[in-house]
Structures are given as structure tokens and as C-alpha cells.
């Protein structure tokens, strides 16, 4: 068995460490949760002038993405084979699952697998279940 080159431990590990970081340093300033979907959906409602951090987290966000890709782009997806309907449709999958599950990734697995919630455990569950078999299926075909 041969190690592919997309291993990355120790890329993988400060990465981690930094989206865990910035997870507990934002609960412990503001007293949230720092689940991406809710942020989201947060933008949709009726906006209060207690909300602006709501468009200052997904900009820095976006902004951030942007300074990765410009500044380091080996550590971005190469995304020019896919199609944009492939990438808008599984977008909106992904916005589905995480409003069906009662939020995403982050919020679950970073925020929620921490505090030793049950329902983050069968959400992080479902997702890592469904991602084996995404992958599986995918090497098949």
C-alpha cells in the first residue's frame, strides 16, 4: 500500500488546531457558536443593528478564502474540471443537509462533539457515514 500524495498530516493537524482555535475564541468572545449554516440563516431575518457581525464573519470569511487562493493557491482545491452546475447543485445540497440536520459541519463537529452533545454525536455520525459512501461510490464509477 503506497501513502498518496494528498496526505497531508501536518497540514492537516495546523489546520485543525487553527479552525478549533478560532472556534473557541469566538464562543468565548461573543458567547456563540460558531456554526456556519446558523450565521447563514441568520442573514435572512429581519436585520437588527446587533446583526452586523453576522456579515462581518461571512466577509472575513470570503475575504480569508480569497488571500489563501491568491497567496498560497497549492493549498486550494483545483476546481477547473468541475462543472457549475455540479458545484451550485451540490452547494445546495449542502445548505439542505445542514438545515435538515439543524446545522453544519462546524457546528456539530467542531462546537457541538466538544460540549458532548448527543445530537451533534448523530449529526457528525450521519455525515462522516454518508461521506464514506459518497467516496466509495465515487471510486467505483
Not at 31 to 44: D, E, H, K, M, W
Not at 50 to 70: D, L, N, S, Y
Request: proline share 4%; net charge positive; with cysteine.
Amino acid at each position: 500500500m503506497t501513502i498518496s500524495p494528498d496526505f497531508t498530516p501536518l497540514y492537516s493537524l495546523a489546520g485543525g488546531l487553527i479552525i478549533g482555535l478560532a472556534a473557541s475564541l469566538y464562543l468565548f468572545t461573543t458567547g456563540r457558536i460558531a456554526g456556519y449554516s446558523g450565521i447563514i440563516g441568520g442573514l435572512f431575518k429581519a436585520p437588527t443593528v446587533f446583526e452586523k457581525w453576522r456579515w462581518a464573519f461571512v466577509g472575513g470569511t470570503i475575504i480569508g478564502g480569497a488571500f489563501v487562493v491568491r497567496l498560497a493557491p497549492e493549498f486550494t482545491a483545483d476546481l477547473s474540471a468541475t462543472s457549475t452546475t455540479a458545484l451550485v447543485l451540490g452547494g445546495l445540497l449542502v445548505g439542505f443537509g445542514a438545515r435538515l440536520g439543524s446545522g453544519c459541519t462546524s457546528g456539530h463537529g467542531v462546537c457541538g462533539l466538544p460540549r458532548l452533545s448527543i445530537r451533534s454525536l448523530v449529526a457528525v455520525g450521519v455525515f462522516m457515514t454518508t461521506a464514506i459512501v459518497t467516496v466509495f461510490v465515487r471510486g467505483l464509477l
